[in-house]
């Protein structure tokens, strides 16, 4: 049996600017998704989706291509992409996939997992793929999820430790001083499909505005970078603030978040923002 783990992420700055180029931090989580891979004797591809309780059996190539639920089409195109690549054949195995991130909460669970199943996959046919190759294959399978993603939270839950992220390019920070962060579940589930789309709108409508507040998220990302190297939380939390007053101009925050960033500034923190697409999902704070 062959296992594969890849983390989950959160995003310190700079989402959803970073779908347009500009540029965004992010940091891998100790919190793991799972892809288990084993030889079965049937001449199938079992695939077990562990959080979902649900179990899919396809008999052939062809069944993989036509039979696959619509729900789970993210895994269907992981897969056809191994194969349609790489020649391989998927049959004779049972792939599980399973996740410690809750689903919807804006810490890479679609993508973590989409990364475990292509590590696994690459692994267990010795396809000797990089991680630039299991990054993009991860990317097809979050384009069905987002839409329209960045490649952030691939490229972190493939590469892990802590980035920055322009234009499918991303740097690894080395060296930043320890922090401790919060995360607070709004304990609202969100589709990062619909907060994205209701920016592209705004976009649309009012496309002078949303650019220069796209403009300003960029500044302080590219502040932070500085800041975090330095180490200086203070100065951090102010810069996550900004995130935060930026993000709710772009309408991707509501009440909840709101909440959650009041009461954690009242009790002593020095910075509060939604983390991931907004409209619920989490909030970290510093
Ligand atoms: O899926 P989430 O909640 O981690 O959000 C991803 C970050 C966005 O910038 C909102 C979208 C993207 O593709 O970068």
């Not at 951090?236 to 930026?246: A, F, P, V, W």
């Amino acid at each position: 049996m062959l296992k594969v783990i890849a983390p989950g992420k959160c995003i310190l700055f700079g989402e959803h600017s970073v779908v347009y180029g500009y540029p965004a931090i992010a940091m891998a989580l100790g919190i793991n998704s799972t892809c288990k891979i084993k030889r079965i004797s049937h001449n199938q591809l079992r695939l077990h989706l562990k959080d979902y309780d649900r179990t899919f059996n396809f008999s052939s190539i062809r069944e993989i291509r036509s039979k696959f639920p619509q729900e789970f089409k993210n895994f269907q195109v992981g897969f056809l992409s191994v194969i349609d690549r790489y020649g391989i054949d998927v049959l004779g195995m049972e792939v599980q996939i399973s996740s410690d991130l809750f689903m919807g909460g804006g810490l890479g669970s679609s993508a973590s997992t989409a990364v475990a199943l292509m590590g696994g996959l690459g692994s267990f046919f010795d396809l000797d793929l990089d991680k630039a190759q299991i990054s993009d294959l991860a990317y097809n399978m979050e384009k069905i999820v987002h839409g329209n993603p960045s490649g952030i939270d691939n490229t972190i839950c493939t590469n892990g430790n802590i980035l920055i992220y322009q234009n499918k390019q991303f740097q690894t920070l080395e060296n930043i001083p320890h922090s401790n962060f919060l995360i607070t579940y709004t304990n609202m589930d969100h589709s990062t499909k619909v907060a994205v789309e209701k920016v592209a709108n705004l976009k649309q409508q009012r496309p002078e505005y949303v650019n220069k507040i796209f403009r300003t998220i960029g500044k302080v990302t590219d502040k932070a970078e500085k800041v975090l190297k330095r180490g200086n939380i203070a100065k951090l939390g102010d810069l996550m603030n900004k995130n935060q007053e930026l993000l709710t101009k772009l309408g991707v925050s509501n009440r909840q978040i709101k909440k959650i960033n009041k009461i954690s500034l009242k009790n002593g923190l020095y910075g509060s923002k939604l983390t991931g697409a907004g409209l619920g999902g989490c909030v970290i704070g510093i």
